[in-house]
């Protein structure tokens, strides 16, 4: 499996305050995903990056930005939390001209 | 936009017994992946098998096959001689091959799978 962190693993954090998530890969691959998990929803995309400094917002986006200043690192942003960014986080990476995408194991994040 | 439908929410079998998760999805492009992942307790997302679209055989991985009906726009997952350990919640997931969109997955809401000792 591909080398993949998350951190922090679980944060509580309180409505209005900015978070930042962080993955990491030591796969060098080019692509990553930001996913969200809710009950009843399955797994979400909210952004993704085809290369450094290169993103695109995905399903649900709104409420979240990413940034990737290198290869090995996605960051994802709540800029002012709300109760309903309550959820699971999964990163993903991939690498070019591969299909299968390799998954972080999750940050569960709950905003009271 | 590609849609994935799983109808059931939640499924039991009995150990050793056989079970079948349904997965039908909705797309224009008639080249694409299909994918089932499976995500015990522990959360981790694990690939449990996968289908190309213009291959016909139907793909198997160990006790995990599929019956993908390309026309139907159907894919179904069939566990055999199903074991505790295949507690989980299943996921039906589409990647399109090539084109916009080409770098994601779309995921249906999942199955509670039970094993019934």
């Known amino acids: 499996d591909a080398g993949i962190t998350q951190s922090p693993r679980h944060k509580v954090t309180e409505t209005g305050t900015p978070v930042t998530l962080r993955c990491h890969q030591t796969?060098?691959?080019?692509?990553m995903y930001w996913y969200r998990q809710d009950p009843g929803h399955g797994l979400r995309l909210i952004h993704y990056s085809y290369g450094v400094k290169d993103t695109d917002k995905g399903e649900v986006s709104d409420g979240y930005s990413v940034s990737r200043s290198k290869t090995e690192d996605f960051l994802l942003t709540l800029e002012s939390a709300t109760s309903s960014q309550t959820s699971v986080y999964f990163c993903a990476t991939k690498q070019i001209l591969e299909w299968e995408q390799y998954f972080g194991p999750g940050t569960r994040l709950t905003v009271t | 936009a590609q849609t994935v439908t799983q109808s059931q929410p939640e499924m039991s079998v009995q150990e050793a017994e056989t079970v079948t998760l349904s997965c039908t999805y909705d797309?224009?492009?008639?080249?694409?992946?299909l994918f089932w992942y499976k995500q015990p307790p522990s959360r981790q997302m694990i690939l449990v098998i996968r289908q190309e679209a213009y291959k016909q055989q139907n793909a198997t991985e160990n006790r995990f096959s599929v019956n993908f009906q390309k026309a139907a726009k159907s894919f179904s997952l069939k566990i055999s001689d199903s074991q505790l350990g295949d507690a989980a919640m299943y996921f039906c997931?589409?990647?399109?091959?090539?084109?916009?969109?080409?770098?994601?997955?779309?995921f249906g809401k999942g199955t509670k799978l039970s094993v019934i000792p």
């Open positions: 797309t224009s492009e008639s080249d694409y992946y």
């Open positions: 796969e060098n691959h080019r692509y």
């Open positions: 997931a589409h990647h399109p091959y090539s084109g916009a969109g080409s770098y994601q997955l779309t």
